[in-house]
């Protein structure tokens, strides 16, 4: 049984979305064109005067927003709260409406580096000017911002429990995305063939933690949630979700991933597959690894990392950004 909305709670979306930008990471879920679901963890940031939660994407790997464009229903999971601050966090997943915007690369750039630096003092401090003037394959950004519709509460992470669930009283603004490019996109950033899933993922549970599997629920909507257990098999990953959801047989995206305390580098996998119910828990077949983007913790080998990254990616900004008709900004004007 799906759950419906609780009227004994005392949920509001300005508490919601405070809590939402505390987290170092959001589990952001988005849907491919064949009915996929694809997981990655991006840092939320503070919206719109129209009460969003936003996150960014780089524009030379914009697919995360690409398939927002295409179809605007996707969700975000807050379910690692390390690093937030915040006592006895909920677990939490909010379903929305995407708004893509790159019509503006330099303001868009621009507000990312600025909301970088506020959340990220150190790791900004960090970085040289001389390296980050190199990187504009990374800080020039595609923003999507993220108009709720439908939140599941598990309040204090107990996901033991069925959800609280919020819904606005009435239906809030969504304006449009930005008009899509022209031409044809860069695709996936990485062309290397990935290793097998198989290998990536041999001791993924006890280095990243437990993973999020999101599915795509009946109304369409990506769902992305924190698993209560796992267990690696031959055919992937035995789960066993939080009570109170329904779990549909199909598509899924299976997520690993970890940071510190104070973010200073990043881990993830991530795994494309099936899945279904068996008994009493989900049984999770994996076909293929996504290409990750692990950053170092050391700041010398993350210089290294990104600066080697850049000399990859340096075509697609050029190419992505002409075919929003814009130039890559440069990093000395937008006031750094």
Same mark, same amino acid.
């Given at each position: 049984?799906?759950?419906?909305?609780?009227?004994?709670?005392?949920?509001?979306?300005?508490?919601?979305?405070?809590?939402?930008?505390?987290?170092?990471?959001?589990?952001?879920?988005?849907?491919?064109?064949?009915?996929?679901?694809?997981?990655?963890?991006?840092?939320?940031?503070?919206?719109?005067?129209?009460?969003?939660?936003?996150?960014?994407?780089?524009?030379?790997?914009?697919?995360?927003?690409?398939?927002?464009?295409?179809?605007?229903?996707?969700?975000?999971?807050?379910?690692?709260?390390?690093?937030?601050?915040?006592?006895?966090?909920?677990?939490?997943?909010?379903?929305?409406?995407?708004?893509?915007?790159?019509?503006?690369?330099?303001?868009?750039?621009?507000?990312?580096?600025?909301?970088?630096?506020?959340?990220?003092?150190?790791?900004?401090?960090?970085?040289?000017?001389?390296?980050?003037?190199?990187?504009?394959?990374? !800080?020039?950004?595609?923003?999507?911002?993220?108009?709720?519709?439908? @939140?599941?509460? !598990?309040?204090?992470?107990?996901?033991?429990?069925?959800?609280?669930? !919020?819904?606005?009283?009435?239906?809030?603004? @969504?304006?449009?995305?930005?008009?899509?490019?022209?031409?044809?996109?860069?695709?996936?950033?990485?062309?290397a063939t990935p290793?097998?899933?198989?290998?990536?993922?041999?001791?993924?549970?006890e280095a990243l933690?437990?993973?999020?599997?999101? @599915?795509?629920?009946?109304?369409?909507?990506?769902?992305?949630?924190?698993?209560?257990?796992?267990?690696?098999?031959?055919?992937?990953?035995?789960?066993?979700?939080?009570?109170?959801?329904?779990?549909?047989?199909?598509?899924?995206?299976?997520?690993?991933?970890?940071?510190?305390?104070?973010?200073?580098?990043?881990?993830?996998?991530?795994?494309?597959?099936?899945?279904? !119910?068996?008994?009493?828990?989900?049984?999770?077949?994996?076909?293929?690894?996504?290409?990750?983007?692990?950053?170092?913790?050391?700041?010398?080998?993350?210089?290294?990392?990104?600066?080697?990254a850049g000399r990859?990616?340096?075509?697609?900004?050029?190419?992505?950004?002409?075919?929003?008709?814009?130039?890559?900004?440069?990093?000395?004007?937008?006031?750094?």
């Amino acid at each position: 049984m799906n759950p419906q909305p609780d009227t004994r709670t005392q949920l509001d979306w300005p508490s919601i979305a405070a809590q939402a930008t505390s987290f170092i990471a959001t589990e952001y879920a988005s849907v491919s064109r064949d009915g996929t679901p694809v997981t990655w963890p991006v840092t939320p940031y503070s919206g719109t005067d129209r009460g969003t939660v936003d996150i960014s994407t780089g524009l030379t790997y914009p697919l995360k927003a690409e398939r927002a464009r295409r179809n605007p229903k996707v969700a975000l999971s807050f379910s690692e709260p390390t690093g937030s601050g915040l006592d006895a966090p909920a677990t939490f997943v909010i379903q929305g409406y995407a708004t893509v915007r790159d019509a503006d690369l330099r303001a868009n750039s621009a507000r990312y580096l600025a909301q970088s630096a506020e959340r990220f003092p150190d790791l900004t401090a960090s970085t040289p000017d001389a390296v980050m003037r190199r990187m504009a394959w990374y !800080w020039t950004r595609i923003w999507v911002e993220v108009t709720p519709v439908r @939140v599941l509460w !598990w309040p204090g992470g107990d996901l033991t429990a069925a959800p609280q669930v !919020w819904e606005p009283a009435s239906p809030f603004d @969504v304006p449009a995305s930005d008009p899509a490019p022209g031409g044809r996109g860069a695709g996936s950033w990485n062309c290397a063939t990935p290793e097998p899933w198989q290998r990536k993922t041999l001791h993924a549970i006890e280095a990243l933690g437990l993973p999020v599997l999101t @599915v795509v629920d009946d109304a369409g909507w990506p769902l992305p949630l924190r698993m209560r257990a796992a267990q690696r098999t031959d055919f992937g990953f035995r789960l066993t979700p939080p009570n109170g959801v329904t779990i549909p047989d199909g598509a899924a995206c299976l997520t690993f991933h970890t940071h510190a305390e104070t973010f200073d580098s990043q881990s993830n996998v991530g795994v494309i597959g099936t899945c279904r !119910w068996v008994g009493e828990s989900v049984e999770f077949h994996a076909e293929r690894l996504m290409q990750n983007f692990d950053v170092p913790r050391n700041p010398l080998r993350r210089a290294v990392h990104m600066l080697s990254a850049g000399r990859k990616l340096k075509r697609r900004l050029d190419s992505e950004a002409q075919r929003r008709g814009q130039r890559v900004p440069r990093y000395e004007e937008l006031g750094r």
